[in-house]
């Protein structure tokens, strides 16, 4: 691959980083759904470049195709054509077993719906990742803990999820997402099920984690004020990105929803 040729993405500059610090980098990328006779394009054409340490928003209208671009740079589902770099990996051209190995080490997926095992406790759930590797709790104890302190719930490390909060169940989530100290986390509507405060938690969270840790992490999320944490917010139109912007200054909600539905609308 020549690296001059991730430089400038034609669809979207504004999204361009330079090829030697991205993270992720896209190019052309299509996603076809086909099921029966029907064909759904949910991706046409996405070209983009993030820089490794970014916070990215990715926001549209239901359907614009934003699940579908986190889960095919996530690796969790092919594109149809064009070209994805993930670290400099070519997620597409690996075996399964290569692709689980590498999107369990590097990357870190967070749900709506949290996806927490009810039977289990929160530090147990935290620390799934490694029992199912074959590692013990007592080996990765002292760390499982110190991801539950970042995430102010060592309080209620031995609680099930049923005795936990929504806000609560996703801070476990995001604590197992940072348990293999992952370069890129991936968030699809983290906060679609909590109510402002806590969503608001979330986002601080994320951005702190962000910042602290050096992790690239991009978001979905159809709120302005979830939106206005990132870096830049990339707009998602019919499978197309059809913007992107800096919510200058950070937090500021009003800004980040008038230039979405200027770019949306
Ligand atoms: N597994 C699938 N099979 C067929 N079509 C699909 C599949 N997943 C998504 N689609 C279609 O692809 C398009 C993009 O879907 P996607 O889930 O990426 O949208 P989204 O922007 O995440 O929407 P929402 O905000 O509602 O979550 C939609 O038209 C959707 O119906
Ligand atoms: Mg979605």
């Keep these: 691959m020549d690296v001059a040729e991730w430089k400038q993405p034609e669809s979207e500059p504004g999204v361009a980083a ?11 990328l299509r996603k076809v759904y086909a ?8 991706l046409d054409g996405i070209s983009l ?13 239901s359907g614009s195709g934003k699940s579908t671009l986190l889960y095919v740079i996530g690796g969790l589902t092919p594109p149809t054509d064009g070209t994805l770099l993930v670290e400099g990996q070519n997620l597409a051209a690996m075996s399964d077993r290569a692709r689980t190995i590498f999107r369990r080490r590097r990357l ?12 289990l406790t929160a530090r147990e759930n935290v620390a799934l990742p490694l029992l199912v590797d074959g590692q013990s709790l007592g080996a990765c104890r002292a760390r499982v803990d110190e991801l539950l302190a970042k995430v102010h719930l060592q309080p209620r490390a031995d609680h099930r999820p049923d005795a936990l909060s929504g806000g609560e169940q996703q801070r476990v989530a995001i604590a197992r997402a940072l348990l293999n100290d992952p370069a890129i986390i991936l968030a699809d509507e983290p906060t679609g ?3 402002s ?26 709120e302005a004020h979830g939106a206005a944490f990132a870096d830049r917010v990339i707009v998602l139109k019919d499978g197309q990105i059809v913007g992107s912007f800096e919510p200058k200054g950070g937090g500021d909600a009003a800004l980040v929803a008038n230039r979405y539905q200027e770019l949306a609308g």
């Excluded at 099921?35 to 949910?42: H, N, Y």
């Excluded at 470049?49 to 209208?61: D, K, N, S, W, Y």
């Excluded at 870190?108 to 039977?119: D, H, K, R, V």
């Design 197 to 222: 405060k806590q969503s608001a938690e979330i986002w601080t969270l994320l951005r702190q984690i962000c910042g602290e840790r050096g992790k690239t992490i991009l978001m979905v999320t159809h």
């Design 108 to 119: 870190g997926i967070i749900f709506q719906e949290y996806n927490l095992l009810p039977t």
């Design 35 to 42: 099921t029966g006779s029907e064909r759904v394009l949910a």
């Design 18 to 28: 330079t090829a030697e610090n991205a993270v992720v980098s896209a190019r052309d």
């Design 49 to 61: 470049e993030i820089p490794a340490g970014h916070f990215v928003a990715i926001m549209g209208a």
């Design 193 to 195: 099920n909590l109510d």
